[in-house]
Every structure is written in C-alpha cells, then in structure tokens.
C-alpha cells in the first residue's frame, strides 16, 4: 500500500516538453517520490509533443460538459522512468504547434491560455474531489506554478475535495488576466476579492494559488525568504508574509541519471572525478563544433540560458571586451529577447574564434557545454532555484553566480577557508554591478592558472550529493504535515 496518494499538476515535463526548470523538476521529482512509497501521477496538457511522444495509453475518463470549458478527455499512459501519467487531451485548446504558452506566428503568449490553464486546474479539482469517475482517487493535489493556480479556487466549492499544496518555481510569471475571464472560467464570483483571486484589479492565477492552497513550497531556502520582501515578491509579498508559517523552500535537486559526465549519452567522451582526461578531449570537441580556436590553455567560460533581463546576461555581454583581455573565451546558448540574442550573435561576429553564440534550444549542446566548458556563469537578477550551477559543479565546471536565491544556497565562494575545509564549489558575487562580476571572473580565472587549487575546486564540485531524495523527503513532510499525519 502506497503511503500517499499525490496527484502532481504541471504545464510542462522533461522530456516530453520543456521550457524550463519546471520541466525538470516534473520530470524528476514524481520519481523520487515514487522511490519514498508515495504514489504520484502526473497530469500534464495534451501538447502535441506530449501525445506524440507518450507511449502506449488508454482513455480513462471523459468530460464533455464541464461549463466554460470544450470537451476533453484523460489518457493514461507510463513515463520511461515509471511514473503514471495522465494526460488531459483537448485538441481544442492544445493541438496546435508551438511552445505550451507561447504562439510562434506572434511572439506573444496564446491568447486563450487562462482557457488552456483554467481547464488544466479545474481537471486536477474534480480528480481531487468526489466529481471523479476514477477509481485512483489523490490524498492531496500537488500544483506548480501559474499554470496551476485555479486548483484551489474550484476545490475550495467542490464536494470531498482533498487539499492541495502549491510551488512557486517563478514568482513573476503570474498568469494575471482581466477581471471579465472569472466569468468565462466559472469561478464562484465572490472569490474575486482582495482575498481570494483579484490582485491589484485584475484576476491573477499566482495568487489564487497562493491564497487558496494550505501550504506553500518554493525551491529554495532563500527565495523562500527573498519573495517576503519587497524586492523579489513581485506585488504578493505581503500575501507572502501573512502566510510566512505556511511556506517551506526545498532545495531542487537534479536527475542524475540525466546528467551523469559518466555515463552522459550527448558527450564525445565521458569522465569522472577520478578520470578528467575525458573533460580536456570534450573541451577541445566543443571549441571545435563552436568554431573557437582550440587551445586546452585559454579558460572558456559559458552560458546556457534564457536571454531574459532575469538573467542578467546584459552585464555579462557589456564587459565582453574586458573578459577577452583576460583572456578567456565565452560560448552561448540561449533564445529569449531579441535584444539580447542580436548582441550575443553581434558579438559573435565582432571576436570571431574567441566567443560563439548559438542562438536557439538545443539539450545535446546544452550537456556539451556543460562538459566541455571551465566556468560556467549565471549572474541572475534573481533565481527561484536554477539548475545549471548543480549540472556545472556535476561536471567539473564551477559555476560563477550572483549571490541570490537558490544560487547562493547551492555554491559555495572560493577562497582560503573554503578551499582549505573543502567546500568551495564556485565563485558567488554580491551586487548587481559589471564590476562585480568582472571580479568575480577575475578570481575564477586566477584559480584556474593555479593548477593544484582548480583539480581541488573542481573535486569538490564533482564530489557533492544533488541527487532529488533529500529534497523528496522533504516534499513528503510537507505531505504528512498538510494530511496532519505524524512521521
Ligand atoms: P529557468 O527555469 O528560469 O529557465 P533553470 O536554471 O531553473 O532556469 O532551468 C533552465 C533549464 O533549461 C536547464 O535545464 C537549462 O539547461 C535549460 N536550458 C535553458 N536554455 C536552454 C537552451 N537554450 N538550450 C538547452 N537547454 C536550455
């Protein structure tokens, strides 16, 4: 007998669809979860990339009446990694081409996604309720992000509703839509109030999650205190900080088996703490696929990333001039701001051989970076949890970080003391200034001339536990805590 039954709502998962870290963690934590006796299902839109790519699968419930909403149907099916998944199919809302949020003809978000993410929340309220035809009913309903945000709203008038728990992976994406949309999603009408759904006029998802689930979980311990204060709470921290006892950060981890330099299917050679030849040869492979000039001596730096001002890739790009006399090279993968994608490939141009820009998403190249690269920078503005510094340190790569949100709980500064106890694990800087940043690559690049402390730095690096069953033990008292179940 599982122990708790979860059912885990999310708008996308890796590797069926991906934009993000979101992708990753749904990708990821259902199995760790599994692995604690707790039985997690997934339900996930039926995009095109997901039906396409689910295996074999059954219909196991249809809703053709639900108000508001076209008719849909749920296929079950089995992730490769084992965890059930239910796929909400309604070719009315997700058959079409392009990214789960985005419409590619226009750049900008689909125009019916409070539809596309009101059905998705209102399916995960009537399989946590007694409007369920199936006979796997949930213990609790587990959602993520925006996209999810409803949930609690239609459970909060539902008979035998279960209760749910939420996870901000991004406070600033927040689904806000006018105020008209709570008639079209048949909200009960007295949840848009100041306590409920309406947030400063208009009707936002983010904060109908946040205000209707019982607990709240965010991805790291320090965004979870980031996003009470004025700063990084994006117009909810005072929300935020009424419900202080309700929130808990819970560090990311990563799939190991995904992001293994051992055993990595996208790599030319593979290596391991105790055998780094393999580094130098994917270092050299990957110079030569980015057209840089190949030379096992020059440090080369790297981004993979969304080009967003999250990111805080514009400082980096600014001092492109002043890295080079250092001099390293820069290899860059990202898309996001046209903007931004222009400078990087401007700058591309400008230093042939020195720094390349591939502008696009690619998940092979993005582990060959990972691999072949000696530092790896993420100067977010601010960062929920982020990925790549744990895919980095895993590799061998240390990464070169602001001094915010889960970077800072997951990169340990460089220096005497820390190199000294075995800690070290990266570079962190504070203060969002180019100079600060300089520096911080300044110090990495001297370490990295100091042949003995940068094979010690980067064996810690390699030597740290990322695997998710830390934070899936985490997850699970968070369970037991809102079932008011004792360990
Ligand atoms: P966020 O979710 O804010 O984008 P994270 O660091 O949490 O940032 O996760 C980003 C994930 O997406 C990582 O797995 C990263 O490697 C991946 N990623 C981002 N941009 C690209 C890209 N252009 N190509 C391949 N993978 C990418």
């Known amino acids: 007998m599982p122990e708790i039954k979860v059912l885990f709502v999310t708008s996308e998962i890796a590797p069926l669809i991906k934009t993000g870290g979101l992708a990753d963690v749904s990708g990821a934590l259902p199995a760790a979860l599994r692995n ?49 998944l239910l796929v909400l199919d309604c070719p009315d809302l997700y058959q079409r081409e392009g990214g789960p949020y985005m419409d590619p003809a226009t750049g900008h978000d689909w125009a019916d996604n409070h539809l596309r993410f009101g059905l998705l929340s209102k399916i995960a309220s009537v399989l946590g309720s007694f409007e369920s035809t199936l006979s796997w009913r949930p213990d609790l309903v587990h959602g993520n992000d925006w996209q ?153 730096l790297a981004v993979v990333s969304r080009l967003t001002h999250q990111k805080g890739l514009d400082l980096l790009l600014e001092i492109v001039p002043r890295l080079l006399e250092l001099p390293v090279q820069l290899v860059i993968l990202g898309s996001g701001e046209s903007s931004m994608q222009q400078t990087a490939r401007d700058l591309a141009q400008e230093y042939p051989g020195k720094i390349a820009a591939m502008i696009g998403f690619d998940e092979g190249l993005s582990h060959q970076i990972e691999a072949g690269a000696d530092m790896f920078i993420m100067p977010s503005r601010f960062e929920p949890c982020g990925l790549n510094q744990f895919y980095s340190q895993r590799y061998g790569t240390p990464p070169i970080v602001h001094n915010t949100g889960g970077l800072a709980d997951s990169v340990v500064d460089c220096n005497q003391d820390t190199l000294r106890d075995g800690t070290a694990s990266g570079f962190v800087f504070s203060g969002m200034t180019t100079d600060n940043l300089f520096a911080a690559i300044q110090r990495a690049v001297e370490l990295y001339r100091d042949e003995r402390k940068w094979k010690a730095l980067r064996r810690n690096c390699m030597s740290k536990d990322f695997t998710w069953e830390t934070s899936a033990r985490a997850y699970r008292r968070v369970y037991l805590k809102v079932l008011g179940r004792t360990e």
């Open 36 to 84: 604690l006796n707790i039985d997690v299902r997934v339900l996930v839109p039926g995009y095109p990339q997901v039906m396409k790519q689910m295996g074999p699968s059954e219909v196991v419930a249809t809703f053709s009446d639900l108000p508001g909403f076209p008719a849909s149907r749920l296929i079950f099916s089995i992730m490769k990694s084992g965890v059930p």
């Open 148 to 300: 999810t945000g409803l949930t609690g709203v239609y459970l909060s008038v539902a008979a035998g509703a279960v209760p749910n728990i939420m996870t901000i992976h991004n406070l600033a994406f927040q689904g806000n839509f006018r105020p008209k949309k709570v008639g079209l999603l048949h909200l009960p009408p007295e949840s848009f109030h100041i306590n409920g759904i309406e947030l400063y006029g208009n009707m936002s998802f983010l904060k109908a999650g946040l205000y209707y689930a019982y607990h709240i979980t965010t991805v790291s311990p320090n965004y979870a205190r980031e996003i009470q204060g004025e700063e990084l709470g994006f117009g909810l921290q005072g929300l935020l900080r009424s419900r202080n006892n309700d929130i808990t950060g819970i560090l990311n981890g990563i799939d190991t088996g995904e992001w293994d330099p051992e055993t990595d299917r996208h790599l030319p050679e593979h290596f391991s703490v105790g055998r780094m030849a393999g580094k130098a040869q994917n270092k050299q492979a990957l110079q030569s696929r980015m057209g840089l000039e190949v030379n096992p001596d020059v440090p080369l």
